[in-house]
């Protein structure tokens, strides 16, 4: 697909520029109105429709696999103790009843031993920073004074973590729109955002064409966003990230594979979860629970995944370095200018991206009619 293989990759090859207009804040009115730039990495050929088109576009026999992590409220804002002080805490990752991966702001303030309080919807959650790491991460114990469970009282002080790039406060909207039609375990501090496109009816009707639906989970925490720092691409390490293959989706995999049948993963947390699980099974995928900080980046040999649905990503983030991986460096940021230029939105509530080696299943037939 026209990888790049070199070891001295610098990620200021993996820019671009996007005018600000072009980053979506609120979704669009429906889910699978979304536009969809569908491109043939192996050519560079490139088609326009929308997400609803997936069915037309995709081939009887294609297994498509979905991350259904649920999003909690994860953002807690509050004070310290007894100072007063304005505190905000993003809940990263559980490691125990009481412990937690965190980030923490303000930093510099927050040093082991810092108390802190939230409040709201009647519940109240303690805050104690046990240690401090870099880039303002801490671990920390969370506890509710009145003895109440911890996740009922963070579901009800907390705020969905919606991207920071949005710019804006939450609102009610986001609560159901910033979470897959399909989510199921709870555990992500962002949504698997390639999901949100997706409504019953869609994967009613790919399932009616002929293609297969299954499940894997991938808790989207910490190493999901965490900006790239080196400018060495292969310097960068991704934080681990808590995922499951249910047999059954292991198995559905696994058999699609030795057929010779396509697995479209939707999304690079998906991606992530499938590469790591047919590494750990010696080529073949994996069921079970695992953690994964498989880094994906040009030059990376793909076992599992054979087609791609995703979003748009940040410039010089390790998203966008995965689905260079993918399809090409070149052919990625082609795609990308020609979406900049047709106006479409980018990032988590934004339009979608098809990466489809081969092009579809009838290359010789008439595109669907909101296709051109």
Known sequence: MGLLTADDLR???FDYDLPADRIAREPVAERDSARLLCLDPRNGARRHGHVRDLPEL???GDLVVANDTRVFPAR????????????ECLLLARLDEERWDALVHPGRKLRPGTAARFDGGGRRLH??????HFHGRRTIRLTAPDGTDVDRAIDAIGEVPIPPYLKRPVHGGDGERYQTVFAAARG???????????TPRLIERLRERGMEWHPITLHVGYGTFEPVRTESVGDHRLAAERFAIPERTAAAVNRARAEGRRVVAVGTTTTRA???AARAGGGEVRSGPGS???YIYPGFRFEVVSALLTNFH????SLLLLVCAFAGRDPILAAYRDAVARGYRFYSYGDAMLILPGGPPAAGDPLPRSLS
């Open 11 to 13: 990620l200021s090859d």
């Open 58 to 60: 995709l081939a009887a």
């Open 76 to 87: 807690l804002r509050g004070h310290r103790e007894p100072s007063g002080g304005a505190v």
């Open 127 to 132: 805050l104690e920073v046990l240690e401090r």
């Open 188 to 198: 992500s501090v962002a949504a698997p955002t390639a999901g949100l496109h997706f």
């Open 274 to 276: 499938l590469e790591a």
């Open 292 to 294: 994964t900080d498989l």
């Open 314 to 317: 940040l410039p010089r983030s």
